[in-house]
């Protein structure tokens, strides 16, 4: 069984390998920088307008500042507060233009955006540390050293680790959900960053020893013999034992939310670097050979919003999740043998992205990507731009960047 999924990834290498283009890495990074001028333009007209000023608060956080766009409903930009789960993308969209161009317009806004979330580092309401600090803080960190964002990124870990609970193995993900008692989402994986970064920053090996458990655990709970994933899975907080596996932003509990397997992807790619252990890379690999031998998964690798949705091909795409998917197969080309397979079917997934998903410049409230599915069961964000699809687009560009040019990722 073995032998025949390496095949079969293999001769989807060789496909992707001979139909994939070029990717103009200066033009698309040109053409990113104008989009986001324009964005920046539109949050300013978003925060000065009574609708921009209210459309876009998360639930519970009425009167808070908005810091951060994260999608458009009917050409109006829909900015959050610093609350929201999608607060860090754009600051760190704005690091990823200054990494890629090196100008000070970049780096200021960069800085500015950064600094208008900070108060979530002492916020252990949830668990999407990772995804607030890490993408803004973590991303200027790496960039500029400064000792101010290395504070924050350690206490933001401080915080993220309250969640933890050693009983059942894994940070517990959301509080509010009164039907579930400790759920954990697959999500959840790409805040493990953040603690092993806080580890290697502080010297603090707890931070790292949460970040292996959670992975472990979440390895033996969250997949099926197919190496597809659940979206959430449910603890008995007091005992440990898996209560229920199910989804909530999937097509039904049994299938494989798109954006769900991409998190995967990612997450255990990520979880080797900072490791180097095997089975993160093994399973990495598997994941990765569930995407891309799917039998749903169209020729342009732009998954479907859900690889089980019923009414395919009629569905949505979600070019977020493709985004994540291309990102996390660059590192994942550094670290396995199947190098060439990965690092091909990245590109094939940025040629469609950028060939075909992209917002024509000046248009669609300055996102750049199009045609991505936030939550389709809650009719929310369907066929929408979205700040995270953005992000992880930048990140891969920049990923396929370096790998060209021979540098570090990281």
């Not at 766009?69 to 993308?89: E, H, I, Q």
């Not at 899975?233 to 596996?245: C, P, R």
């Not at 954006?259 to 995967?264: D, K, P, S």
């Not at 979205?386 to 960047?401: H, I």
Request: charged share 20%.
């Amino acid at each position: 069984m073995k032998q025949k999924v390496i095949a079969s990834v293999i001769m989807m290498g060789v496909w992707i390998t001979a139909h994939a283009q070029n990717i103009k890495l200066d033009k698309l990074f040109n053409e990113a920088q104008q989009q986001t001028r324009v964005m920046l333009d539109e949050i300013q007209k978003a925060k000065a307008s009574k609708s921009g000023a209210t459309a876009g608060l998360t639930p519970g956080s009425a009167g808070a500042a908005l810091v951060s766009p994260r999608t458009a409903d009917s050409n109006k930009l829909k900015l959050v507060s610093s609350k929201d789960w999608t607060s860090g993308f754009f600051p760190g969209e704005l690091w990823f233009l200054y990494e890629y161009s090196g100008k000070q317009e970049w780096k200021t806004a960069a800085e500015q955006f950064t600094a208008n979330i900070e108060r979530e580092k002492t916020n252990g309401g949830t668990h999407d540390m990772g995804f607030k600090i890490y993408c803004s803080f973590g991303t200027g960190y790496r960039l500029t050293k400064d000792k101010h964002y290395k504070e924050v990124i350690i206490e933001s870990a401080k915080t993220l680790s309250t969640r933890f609970n050693p009983v059942t193995g894994v940070i517990k993900s959301w509080d509010t959900r009164t039907k579930w008692k400790n759920p954990t989402i697959i999500d959840n994986m790409m805040n493990l960053e953040l603690l092993f970064a806080a580890t290697q920053l502080s010297g603090d090996s707890s931070f790292y020893k949460i970040a292996v458990s959670h992975a472990t655990t979440t390895m033996k709970n969250h997949f099926r013999a197919d190496h597809s994933s659940y979206h959430v899975v449910d603890y008995d907080s007091l005992t440990g034992a898996v209560i229920k596996k199910l989804t909530h932003q999937g097509y039904a509990d049994e299938s494989a939310w798109a954006r769900g397997q991409a998190w995967g992807l990612y997450g255990y790619t990520m979880c080797y670097r900072f490791t180097k252990d095997k089975n993160y890379l093994q399973h990495a690999e598997n994941i990765a050979a569930f995407i891309l031998n799917n039998p749903n998964m169209p020729k342009d690798l732009v998954p479907y919003w859900d690889f089980n949705a019923p009414n395919i091909p009629n569905e949505e795409r979600d070019a977020s999740a493709a985004a994540v998917i291309a990102s996390g197969l660059y590192e994942l080309s550094l670290y396995s043998k199947k190098r060439a397979v990965y690092k091909a079917a990245a590109d094939k997934i940025m040629n469609s992205l950028s060939n075909n998903y992209r917002a024509p410049i000046g248009q669609n409230n300055g996102f750049i990507l199009l045609h991505s599915t936030g939550s389709k069961p809650s009719k929310s964000e369907v066929d929408a731009p979205l700040s995270y699809a953005d992000y992880y687009y930048l990140e891969a560009l920049l990923r396929s960047k370096k790998l060209k040019e021979k540098k570090k990722l990281f």
